[in-house]
């Protein structure tokens, strides 16, 4: 594979982000805010320079918005991949009120159970991993005659780290402390392929990550 640079962007704020009351299920939490477009009208005047040539967005409202106010700035086309999406939560844990939606949040069952388990209406961490290395696959395939920007999330972006950091041996006990590395609304990721990268004399090739979670535009 030649080298490759991916720049992968968190959706702007969203009425979810801005109010901890709205949740996933008030009107309009998947639409942008005021600000949400603000930030990505900015994080468009940020990446100006940049050469990028293709924006590939998720399919969620948040994430269709932010990289149109990114086109609005640069002109550039958008296409959706169905899979960028964020991480899908359990049943029971969009059925309760946001203060006892813990024990069901993906960040506490996940850890503790086999890689291909999953409460009802949750994805597994094999369901998250194989949807990652397939939108990967995509996005190099894309990057191969294009400079690619991806508007995503924040499990996303941290399930596509932890397969770059751990490779084969990523696994579900590794998620609390992904999640540690926090990642801002419209802060800026960035991978790179490398077939020829040498680290003290150590053969390290393949994909690394370079930028995470740049926020010098907010």
Known sequence: MPDLTLYFVRHGESAANASAGVGTDGPGWDELTERGWEQARGLGRRLQGEGLELIVASPMRRAQETAAGIAEVLGLPVETDDELHEIRQSDAYHDLEEAQRGPHATISWMPHSAPDAAPPGAESFEAILGRVDRVRERLEAHARSRRVLAV???????????????????????????????????????????????????????????????????
């Not at 770059?164 to 990721?189: D, E, K, M, R, S």
């Not at 490398?194 to 150590?202: F, N």
């Open 152 to 218: 995503s999330h924040f499990g996303f972006l941290h399930f596509f780290l932890g397969a770059t950091l751990f490779g084969a041996g990523f696994g579900p006990g590794h998620v609390p402390g992904l999640y540690q590395a926090g990642h801002a609304n419209t802060g800026i990721t960035i991978f790179e392929h490398r077939e020829g990268r040498v680290l003290d004399g150590v053969e390290l090739p393949g994909w690394i990550l370079t930028t995470w979670n740049d926020r010098a535009h907010l």
